[in-house]
Structure formats: structure tokens, C-alpha cells
């Protein structure tokens, strides 16, 4: 077994250098134009205007997964009991074998002030998902699997100061299959559990112009039993470790560059900490570089960072229609910039080579909610994002 | 006769309801043309290259399959049951003992030609063929120094069973994967392994990969 490896001298100068760079864009974020500290609430969250949702019709197509129809639908504060809910439905539409179901729901609160519960479900089917292996030096060659399975999430957390202080503990339960050493389908029903602690010191929950986020994520020791099932399968090689524990540090500064335009900067590192046996590849994480397929670049250490251009236009106008009940804000158009890479080592090597995504995209503000549409490139090609939420 | 209605009397109220539903229109009719424009301009990985087979064939050079030592060898999944044969030339390779499949080590037999540089390794794997045989070519690839030649390939024997090919080369050493479906869930995995010189195309591989079948 090895523990993590000695730290170079670069790393361990830009450890002691991340608090001034944190407080630094806390300053910057933070002072904003009128100078408040913490900036203050553009609008309360908590009294976001009921019944307001978003029922879109969509086709898609998903590099290595297919061309597929459905509808994205997100709803906030339904029947105003504070409660936020969303769904999806898809299937293919062509030769692709995908069904898609999931729905969530957020802010279900139990009558202890401050606390409250998110809940997610999901069950997938995509008939040709193509993966990559984890790895620094990971191959630009597609793994297929046949995706089957069924997600589940239970969060609760605890919010403070119109929800810039929030804590929150997720115990999710897997039940599929993952890939041994040898890339054979095993059968896998398995628990993970992780800690959040985020600091929100923005002008507004949904889409921020001004302030600064710091968040913290470490993954936990989880149940093997709970009211979503029991664990049953071999720990995989090919998903995450569980003997280690990933950290997940980040930093955004948003930043209103004129009165119509935004600059949101995040900042990201991660890494996996604990003994593994020599030459295992840990997965500890993957930056989330637009311009790549979703993990394409894993590793045990990581770095992410990316800015975003986001121009307002505002359009305060009522829609009534079938797909869509509320005030649809503004329209944006985003222009952005990410580099990232990952490593086996805390070193200068989280530096070299740095993979580039870059890309634009359009977002429609329906109060509480954000839709967003991203084309990115990179250079193993373009990704496609229709989604509910900024990056960051 | 139908009576046409003048176009003063419905023009207002089109007018009337036009700043909403325009709107909506344009960014539904802006996200799907997206979307589709990202479908047809190909963005998806779907149908990026011909799926159909291409023949293993008879194989190229000498020497020659004998027909006469030709020795049948069954596939044999971990529970010791037989789920298909396959064939090879016994006066070109020699079987390599190997120990009883095990879910760690699913290996069930070996061919070798020392003087030829070649060697065949026999693997049973579970779930679609294309699966185990990419991710082991990515593995090779990511932490042998392997280069992955191509983007893989599909196969056909002459029993007409599909195999996924991926090839793969180290500076003399030359790996070719090929990997089947058999019975239900279970399948075979050939790996061919030639050095300093590439004779994975020589007849005797082609026999041993023709002549698999359940």
C-alpha cells in the first residue's frame, strides 16, 4: 500500500498561497460596486414566485450516447410550500437503445427551521454510453458499455443568512454494474456518502453578479445498508476507490464587468487522500471541462479553471403558455474559457499540458430558474449541454 | 362557395397575442434548431464509421495450415462447461499450460510458436464482446506504452460469429484483440501476440480465429 506522494515544492507554495488567493477574491467579490459586504440579496429566494415552470421539448444528441427526444421540466416553489421540483424524460430516436427517467425535488422542508431535504431519482438506460478510462495518460479511445441503472440521493441540509452559510450530508445508493480489472460487467449495488460546506457571499442564489462562493466537498465513509438497498458486488477498479476519501475545494468570484455583463471565475482542485496498492489509478475526480465528455480526464489529483462572459439581456416579460408559466427575466448570452488537467501526483505535472475547452452558449431566466444551452470544443472535438443551471 | 374572411379581421389579434408567443417561439424554435443542427452537422459519435463485418479471410505468407494436425480445443467458461471449440494447427503451435479459469483470471488456454514469435491467449468474458476487448486495448494503451492503431474494427468468421477488433503496437511487439459473444452472456477473447516480426496475419491465426464458434 501507498500512501499519497510526497508533495513538490511548487504545490506546497501554491497550497500556502490558496488562503491569500481565497481572501483575496473575497475581497474582490465581495466589495462589489456599492461596496456592501457581503453583497446584498438582489431577491429573496424563499419568496420566489409560485408555480413558475419550464416544460421544454427537446432533442439532443450526446456524443457516444445517441440522438434522443424528451422533455426537461423544472418548477420552483410549488403551490408555495418553498418546494422546487424537476424531471426528465427521454428517449431515443434512433438506433440507440436510451430511456431516461429521473426527477428530484428540493428544499422539502420537515418544520425544524433551517433544515431541509433534496431528494433525487433516476433510472437510465443508455444502450451505448462510451467511457473512458481514468488516468493522466488515458487514451482517446471510447469504452462502450451498456448503461443500466437506477440512482438514488437523499440530502439533507441545513441553510443560514438567507442561504450563505449551507451544510449538507448525501448518501446516494447505485444500483448497476461497473467494469473489473479485466473490463468484465459486474453487478454492483453500492452506497457513497459526502459532506458540503458552502459559503455563498452573492448577490442573489440563482445567478449571481457579484460576489464570491467558496464551497468544500469531501466524500465520506458510507452505510453498506439503508432504507435504499444493500450493498452487494466487488469493489471496482473502474469507479471510484473507496479506500480513499476525495477532497473537492472550489472558489468562484463573479464580477459585473459593465451594468449588462458578468464575469464568474471558478477556481477548483481536488484530491484523493489514503493508502491505495502501488499502480492503482485512483479516480478522485474530474474536472469539468465543458469541451471533453463527463469524466473524460480523472485522476487522484486535479485542477479546474474556468471563466465565464455572460451578457444580460433583460426581458421581464410573463409567459403563459403550455411549455412555460412565469416571468422570463433575461436571456444570456456566455462566452467561456476553461483549462484543467489531472495527475497521479500533487506536482508541477497538474500544470503541464493543460487541457482548453472553450465554447458559448445561451441561458433563458425564468426566476428560479436557469436554463442553459453550451456548444464547447476542445481538441477531441465539440460536446453539447442542454441543461437545467449555470456551470457555476 | 367559402367565404374568405377579409385579413383586417384576424390580423389584430394575431398582433395582439404576438410579443409572448414570439418570444417563445424564437427561443424554442433557437434551442431545437441547435440541437438538431448539432445532430445533423454529426456531433454525435453515432455512425462515425461503417459497423459492417469485414472477413477474417484465409490469412497471408506461409506456411500453410495442415489440415491433417489440425486439433480441436473447447472453450470453456468458469463453471467447466463447454460453451463453444475452436481449432488449431498442432504442427505449428504448441499448447502452453495454463492454470483452471478462476473470476480473477479467466485465461483458459494458450498457443505458442517460439520460432515465429507468436503466442495466442485464450480469456472468457462476460456482457458485450466490445466492452472487455477496448478496455483492454485503453489499458495497454495508458500504461504499456502501447499505440492503438485505428479506431477498432468489427470481424466476421467463416462460422459467421462478429468479433470486435482493436490492434495494437509497441515498437517490434504487435498485440491483436478480438473478442466474440458465444452463449448467452459469456465470450472468448483472442489476444495474438507477435514479436520482432508481425505474422498476425499468417494463416495459422486466421484458422484459429475462422474456426471459433459455440
Known amino acids: 500500500m501507498t500512501g499519497p506522494p510526497a508533495r513538490c515544492p511548487l504545490v506546497v507554495l501554491l497550497a500556502a498561497l490558496l488562503p491569500a488567493l481565497l481572501a483575496a477574491l473575497l475581497l474582490l467579490g465581495t466589495a462589489g460596486p456599492a461596496g456592501a459586504f457581503p453583497p446584498e440579496r438582489r431577491r429573496s429566494y424563499e419568496q420566489r414566485t409560485p408555480n413558475e415552470y419550464l416544460a421544454l421539448p427537446a432533442v439532443a444528441s450526446l456524443p457516444g450516447i445517441g440522438v434522443f427526444a424528451g422533455i426537461i421540466a423544472s418548477a420552483s416553489n410549488v403551490a408555495d410550500t418553498g418546494v422546487d421540483a424537476a424531471g426528465t424524460v427521454a428517449e431515443s430516436i434512433d438506433k440507440s437503445d436510451i430511456s431516461v427517467r429521473a426527477a428530484a425535488l428540493r428544499d422539502v422542508t420537515v ?8 431528494y433525487q431519482y433516476a433510472d437510465i438506460r443508455l444502450g451505448n454510453l462510451e467511457t473512458f478510462l481514468p488516468g493522466r495518460n ?9 448503461a443500466r441503472f437506477k440512482f438514488q440521493l437523499l440530502r439533507p441540509i441545513v441553510r443560514f443568512w438567507e442561504r450563505r452559510i449551507e451544510v449538507s450530508y448525501t448518501l446516494a445508493f447505485f444500483k448497476g454494474f461497473d467494469l473489473s480489472t479485466s473490463g468484465n460487467e459486474e453487478p454492483l449495488r453500492s452506497h457513497s456518502a459526502s459532506a458540503n460546506v458552502l459559503l455563498d457571499l452573492t448577490d442573489d442564489v440563482v445567478d449571481p453578479h457579484v460576489g464570491t462562493r467558496l464551497q468544500f466537498n469531501t466524500t465520506l465513509p458510507a452505510p453498506h445498508k439503508s432504507i435504499f438497498g444493500e450493498d452487494a458486488g466487488a469493489t471496482s477498479t473502474f469507479g471510484r476507490n473507496h479506500e480513499v476519501r476525495v477532497h473537492n475545494y472550489g472558489a468562484t468570484l463573479y464580477w459585473p464587468l459593465t451594468r449588462r455583463t458578468v464575469l464568474a471565475w471558478n477556481n477548483e482542485y481536488f484530491e484523493a487522500v489514503g493508502s491505495v496498492p502501488p499502480g492503482t489509478v485512483v479516480r478522485g475526480g474530474s474536472p469539468p471541462l465543458r469541451g471533453y465528455p463527463a469524466n473524460r480526464w480523472s485522476d487522484r489529483y486535479g485542477v479546474f479553471s474556468g471563466a465565464e462572459a455572460r451578457y444580460i439581456y433583460p426581458l421581464g416579460r410573463h409567459l403563459d403558455i403550455l411549455i412555460a408559466h412565469g416571468v422570463l427575466e433575461a436571456l444570456q448570452v456566455a462566452l467561456f474559457y476553461e483549462v484543467g488537467q489531472v495527475s497521479p501526483d500533487p506536482n508541477h505535472s497538474l500544470f503541464d499540458h493543460l487541457h482548453q475547452s472553450y465554447g458559448a452558449g445561451m441561458r433563458a431566466l425564468f426566476e428560479a430558474i436557469v436554463l442553459r444551452f453550451d456548444l464547447a470544443n476542445s481538441d477531441e472535438g465539440v460536446q453539447t449541454h442542454l441543461t437545467i443551471g449555470h456551470a457555476f | 362557395m367559402r367565404s374568405e374572411r377579409p385579413p383586417s379581421a384576424r390580423l389584430p389579434r394575431l398582433r395582439r397575442a404576438s410579443p409572448v408567443l414570439r418570444l417563445a417561439a424564437r427561443l424554442a424554435a433557437l434551442l431545437v434548431a441547435l440541437a438538431l443542427g448539432m445532430a445533423l452537422a454529426g456531433c454525435g459519435a453515432l455512425g462515425k464509421k461503417d459497423e459492417t463485418p469485414t472477413p477474417f479471410g484465409p490469412g497471408a505468407g506461409v506456411p500453410p495450415v495442415d489440415a491433417a494436425s489440425t486439433t480441436p480445443l473447447s472453450i470453456v467458461a468458469l463453471d467447466s462447461t463447454s460453451i463453444g471449440t475452436l481449432s488449431y ?4 503451435f504448441t499448447p502452453v499450460p495454463v492454470p483452471p479459469p478462476t473470476p480473477a483470471n ?23 464482446p466490445d466492452t472487455p476487448c477496448r478496455f483492454q486495448a485503453a489499458l495497454a494503451a495508458r500504461d504499456l506504452g502501447f499505440t492503438i492503431l485505428g479506431d477498432g474494427d468489427k470481424r466476421i468468421n467463416d462460422q459467421g460469429l462478429e468479433f470486435d477488433e482493436v490492434l495494437l503496437v509497441r515498437g517490434p511487439e504487435h498485440w491483436r484483440l478480438d473478442c466474440a459473444q458465444l452463449v448467452g452472456n459469456v465470450g472468448i477473447e483472442v489476444l495474438s501476440i507477435s514479436s520482432p516480426t508481425d505474422v498476425l496475419g499468417t494463416p495459422q491465426v486466421h484458422y484459429v480465429l475462422n474456426s471459433i464458434h459455440p
Do not use: M
Request: hydrophobic content about 50%.
Open chain 2, 89 to 92: 494447427d498442432a504442427a505449428y
Open chain 1, 138 to 146: 488515458s487514451p482517446n479511445f471510447t469504452i462502450p458499455i451498456t
Open chain 2, 106 to 128: 479467466t485465461q483458459f488456454a494458450a498457443l505458442t510458436n517460439a520460432a515465429a514469435g507468436l503466442g495466442l491467449q485464450f480469456q472468457i468474458i462476460f456482457g458485450r
Open chain 1, 111 to 118: 418544520g425544524v427551521p433551517h433544515l431541509s431535504f433534496d
